[in-house]
């Protein structure tokens, strides 16, 4: 390594030389300074050398990550120029103690190497001709034959509540709202909960878990299944708000879940099916073409 010059540039030549060319040589040239390189090569200038092995910036073209300050793409070669290090050195030190039979991986790099290729030919498959597009019919059908995969590990709820200030006033009129017709009381607590409440939530077409809807209103349950089977409408008051949770719907733990809450559940299950038809279909495709083009020939029977 000795008997080689090596120019220094200042610090922010450097910065304007990343920010004109965008390429790793400046970066290089600085590591330089640290790590005492002075080789050449045509892939450019070395930035670190293990035993025989050096590590070129051409080696580094293409893995510095986009949008990427000066600052932070100097800490990034820094790392890989590290982490090079560190990995020859193990794998030096593996290579001087392992067997040979234990440093052959040819047959597993083989195997690995044949299942990315498989993979992406399958991804590329699926990609041309999957359709995605499930129909509510299909959803039901499957919904209704397999009920027994669709049971609930918890507590769920159809819900509406409203969450106000503890002001007398307020709190009549709210309580008027819900006392309404469902169509009217809707409307109703729609436009003043965007005015005056404090929280609320008027999806009912939503199922939600009964515990998360306990994280937002303080009622008092001591058995779930009991509360939810004995309450319809709930007003509750402390020192600053006053509650009000109106349940539409609720579903028990180990009941038949919903199939609204299944649905985009089933759409994906419906979708994989067709992914896992599609390879089946490409294989089988793929060995008749083969075979009806005697490019297949087998030499042993099962006798």
């Not at 067709?274 to 087998?298: T, V």
Request: proline residues 3%; charged residues 25%.
């Amino acid at each position: 390594m000795g008997g080689c010059h090596v120019s220094l540039f200042t610090e922010s030549r450097l910065m304007w030389h990343f920010i004109l060319m965008r390429n790793f040589i400046y970066i290089s040239l600085l590591l330089l300074l640290h790590l005492g390189a002075c080789h050449s090569s045509d892939k450019g200038t070395p930035l670190a050398r293990v035993g025989d092995e050096v590590l070129y910036e051409k080696d580094l073209e293409g893995l510095l990550p986009d949008n990427i300050s000066p600052q932070d793409s100097l800490v990034w070669v820094r790392n890989y120029v590290n982490s090079w290090i560190n990995t020859k050195l193990i794998i030096n030190k593996a290579k001087e103690n392992l067997k040979p039979e234990q440093l052959n991986f040819k047959s597993q790099l083989e195997k690995y190497k044949n299942s990315l290729i498989t993979y992406a030919y399958q991804t590329e498959v699926i990609k041309q001709n999957l359709d995605t597009a499930v129909s509510n019919e299909e959803i039901e059908n499957y919904y209704l034959k397999h009920k027994n995969d669709f049971v609930l590990l918890k507590n769920i709820v159809r819900v509406m509540y409203v969450v106000i200030n503890n002001d007398k006033k307020l709190s009549e009129q709210f309580s008027e709202y819900f006392h309404l017709p469902d169509s009217v009381m809707l409307d109703s607590l729609e436009y003043n909960s965007r005015m005056f409440a404090q929280d609320y939530f008027l999806d009912t077409t939503q199922w939600i878990p009964f515990d998360e809807l306990l994280k937002n209103i303080p009622l008092e349950v001591y058995n779930k299944k009991l509360f939810l089977e004995n309450n319809k409408f709930v007003k509750i008051k402390d020192k600053q708000h006053v509650f009000y949770v109106k349940f539409v719907d609720f579903k028990i733990k180990d009941d038949l879940s919903p199939l609204a809450l299944e649905k985009e559940n089933i759409r994906m299950i419906l979708i994989n099916k067709r992914k896992m038809e599609l390879i089946r279909e490409m294989r089988e495709k793929l060995y008749r073409n083969a075979l009806n083009k005697n490019e297949i020939e087998i030499y042993y029977t099962y006798d």
